[in-house]
């Protein structure tokens, strides 16, 4: 049988190969700019301007390390933030889920959570101590409240941006109000929450510092002040490293935790 000379010949696609970029090793990087960073600080050190070498700043750390100040500091400035963060935090998520699934919530409360965001938590400090004295609680408080305000927001963010397909697709299937915040807003707003918990950690650290400068009898804050002082630069640096590192992983244990609250969620 002869072959139709109009036929049209259509040729099979090639085999196309396709090459999947392999991810970063995150690890590794975290490692080489962290040397990076120090070789950095060490030459700036060796250039004549008035920062304290690596070296120096070890020694400083051991000493104090040895005197049993650094440990002493250390535990009265994570007992602050821990306290204030948690008590924040605490308060700040269901104040944001009210004020992101009722009205009437929002309406009562979202001019005077605005109207404190506003005003910076160190501002509040004077304030808090002629009332509460210049004992534990003037600080605790400041920082409750910065780690409050960095987190109900983010919360009520969280919920107001569900997705209302979402809540119509469950009211259509007949769940309740109970129901659809449970199953969908919480879920849902799970992400916002750790967020806000991660910047008001921040802003709980960065309180709690300046807290101690003003009145406290330790803590790195106050340990920073003494050493300003007496132009001590070596411990300084040794309380701006202690509260990076304790900052950072206080940072990623909630990176973490929010890994494992979100496994659901798609990921680039």
Same mark, same amino acid.
């Given at each position: 049988?002869?072959?139709?000379?109009?036929?049209?010949?259509?040729?099979?696609?090639?085999?196309?190969?396709?090459?999947?970029?392999?991810?970063?090793?995150?690890? &590794? %990087?975290? +490692?080489?700019?962290? !040397? @990076?960073?120090?070789?950095?600080? /060490? =030459?700036?050190? #060796?250039?004549?301007?008035?920062?304290?070498?690596?070296?120096?700043?070890?020694?400083?750390?051991?000493?104090?390390?040895?005197?049993?100040?650094?440990?002493?500091?250390?535990?009265?400035?994570?007992?602050?933030?821990?306290?204030?963060?948690?008590?924040?935090? &605490? %308060?700040? +998520?269901?104040?944001? !889920? @009210?004020?992101?699934?009722?009205? /009437? =919530?929002?309406? #009562?409360?979202?001019?005077?959570?605005?109207?404190?965001?506003?005003?910076?938590?160190?501002?509040?400090?004077?304030?808090?101590?002629?009332?509460?004295?210049?004992?534990?609680?003037?600080?605790?408080?400041?920082?409750?409240?910065?780690?409050?305000?960095?987190?109900?927001?983010?919360?009520?963010?969280?919920?107001?941006?569900?997705?209302?397909?979402?809540?119509?697709?469950?009211?259509?299937?007949?769940?309740?109000?109970?129901?659809?915040?449970?199953?969908?807003?919480?879920?849902?707003?799970?992400?916002?929450?750790?967020?806000?918990?991660?910047?008001?950690?921040?802003?709980?650290?960065?309180?709690?510092?300046?807290?101690?400068?003003?009145?406290?009898?330790?803590?790195?804050?106050?340990?920073?002040?003494?050493?300003?002082?007496?132009?001590?630069?070596?411990?300084?640096?040794?309380?701006?490293?202690?509260?990076?590192?304790?900052?950072?992983?206080?940072?990623?244990?909630?990176?973490?935790?929010?890994?494992?609250?979100?496994?659901?969620?798609?990921?680039?």
């Amino acid at each position: 049988m002869s072959a139709d000379p109009n036929a049209t010949i259509v040729k099979a696609p090639a085999a196309t190969t396709t090459k999947r970029r392999r991810p970063p090793n995150i690890f &590794a %990087l975290n +490692i080489i700019t962290i !040397f @990076l960073g120090i070789g950095l600080w /060490w =030459a700036i050190s #060796l250039t004549g301007l008035q920062i304290p070498s690596p070296p120096a700043v070890i020694a400083s750390a051991i000493d104090l390390a040895q005197r049993g100040i650094l440990l002493e500091d250390v535990i009265a400035s994570l007992r602050r933030v821990l306290t204030g963060f948690l008590l924040g935090s &605490a %308060l700040a +998520i269901p104040v944001g !889920f @009210l004020m992101g699934w009722y009205g /009437w =919530a929002r309406g #009562l409360l979202e001019p005077w959570v605005q109207f404190f965001r506003t005003i910076p938590p160190l501002a509040i400090i004077p304030l808090a101590i002629v009332l509460m004295g210049i004992g534990e609680q003037p600080k605790i408080f400041v920082i409750f409240l910065a780690a409050f305000l960095a987190c109900v927001i983010s919360t009520f963010q969280g919920v107001v941006q569900v997705d209302r397909t979402l809540i119509n697709a469950a009211r259509v299937l007949g769940a309740k109000d109970g129901t659809i915040f449970v199953s969908v807003v919480i879920p849902a707003s799970t992400p916002f929450i750790l967020v806000g918990m991660r910047v008001g950690l921040g802003a709980a650290w960065a309180t709690v510092v300046a807290a101690e400068l003003i009145a406290a009898q330790q803590g790195l804050g106050y340990r920073m002040q003494q050493a300003q002082i007496y132009y001590d630069l070596p411990t300084i640096f040794v309380g701006i490293l202690v509260i990076g590192i304790f900052g950072l992983l206080m940072d990623r244990t909630l990176l973490i935790i929010e890994s494992k609250l979100t496994a659901w969620q798609e990921r680039r």
